[in-house]
């Protein structure tokens, strides 16, 4: 489990004060200082390596999230420095990503997180695809989800698929002829009582479904229409 941590010193932290002291932490090492440890630690290996072969390397002097920090991401970085980044990170990348975020932001990283963290973090929509969801992402890197979150994030990803299956955002009542014929789906009324019966639930519901599917490369038209394939 991550270690849970001291919510009001970080919440009373100043902003102007934490970025004029990272700033002046980042200026410790020059590009040109990274980018020279970088390919050091690819003599020593004799391949490019990874954020976490970085990381273990005894002779490196810097952390690879100050690599990232510099440079925007790790790939990057590794242009710059000459070397063939590889597509895509591990899953122990990914998650150490995860974990990192998390310290930086003192609680549990949400999908918004991963949005505004783009420039140094991977998409949510990569998390989703090698792990299967964010939230199974989180929990394989110690996170401690709610269960609500799991149950909204299985309810978003069942309302993906109906939706394709529709052509369109799933009616209230679309979701009660599909739950008649698929058991493991949650009922309308879970899902609707999930956001509290507030005024207009199902269509704030509808909205996570339609950045699900956006996520995945569909378009989605005012209407809720799909479009086709």
Same mark, same amino acid.
């Given at each position: 489990?991550?270690?849970?941590?001291?919510?009001?010193?970080?919440?009373?932290?100043?902003?102007?004060?934490?970025?004029?002291?990272?700033?002046?932490?980042?200026?410790?090492?020059?590009?040109?200082?990274?980018?020279? &440890?970088? +390919?050091?630690? #690819? !003599?020593?290996?004799? %391949?490019?390596?990874?954020? *976490? =072969?970085?990381?273990? /390397?005894?002779?490196?002097?810097?952390?690879?999230?100050?690599?990232?920090?510099?440079?925007?991401?790790?790939? &990057?970085? +590794?242009?710059? #420095? !000459?070397?063939?980044? %590889?597509?895509?990170?591990? *899953? =122990?990348?990914?998650? /150490?990503?995860?974990?990192?975020?998390?310290?930086?932001?003192?609680?549990?990283?949400?999908?918004?997180?991963?949005?505004?963290?783009?420039?140094?973090?991977?998409?949510?929509?990569?998390?989703?695809?090698?792990?299967?969801?964010?939230?199974?992402?989180?929990?394989?890197?110690?996170?401690?989800?709610?269960?609500?979150?799991?149950?909204?994030?299985?309810?978003?990803?069942?309302?993906?698929?109906?939706?394709?299956?529709?052509?369109?955002?799933?009616?209230?009542?679309?979701?009660?002829?599909?739950?008649?014929?698929?058991?493991?789906?949650?009922?309308?009324?879970?899902?609707?009582?999930?956001?509290?019966?507030?005024?207009?639930?199902?269509?704030?519901?509808?909205?996570?479904?339609?950045?699900?599917?956006?996520?995945?490369?569909?378009?989605?038209?005012?209407?809720?229409?799909?479009?086709?394939?």
């Amino acid at each position: 489990m991550a270690r849970k941590p001291a919510f009001r010193a970080v919440e009373s932290i100043d902003p102007e004060a934490l970025a004029a002291f990272q700033r002046r932490i980042r200026r410790r090492y020059s590009d040109e200082a990274i980018l020279a &440890e970088l +390919k050091s630690c #690819a !003599g020593r290996l004799g %391949r490019s390596p990874t954020m *976490r =072969e970085f990381a273990s /390397d005894g002779k490196t002097r810097v952390h690879p999230q100050t690599v990232i920090e510099h440079f925007g991401s790790w790939n &990057e970085a +590794k242009r710059r #420095a !000459g070397l063939v980044p %590889r597509r895509f990170a591990t *899953r =122990e990348e990914l998650l /150490d990503l995860l974990r990192g975020l998390g310290e930086r932001l003192g609680r549990t990283p949400t999908a918004k997180d991963l949005d505004a963290a783009r420039r140094s973090m991977p998409s949510k929509s990569l998390y989703w695809h090698t792990f299967g969801s964010l939230t199974n992402a989180l929990r394989e890197a110690g996170f401690d989800v709610p269960v609500g979150e799991e149950r909204l994030e299985r309810a978003v990803d069942q309302g993906a698929v109906l939706a394709r299956s529709l052509g369109r955002l799933p009616k209230f009542a679309d979701w009660g002829d599909a739950r008649k014929a698929d058991t493991s789906l949650l009922t309308e009324w879970q899902v609707y009582r999930m956001f509290d019966a507030r005024r207009g639930a199902w269509s704030t519901f509808q909205y996570l479904i339609r950045e699900r599917l956006r996520e995945q490369g569909v378009d989605v038209s005012e209407d809720g229409t799909l479009a086709a394939a």
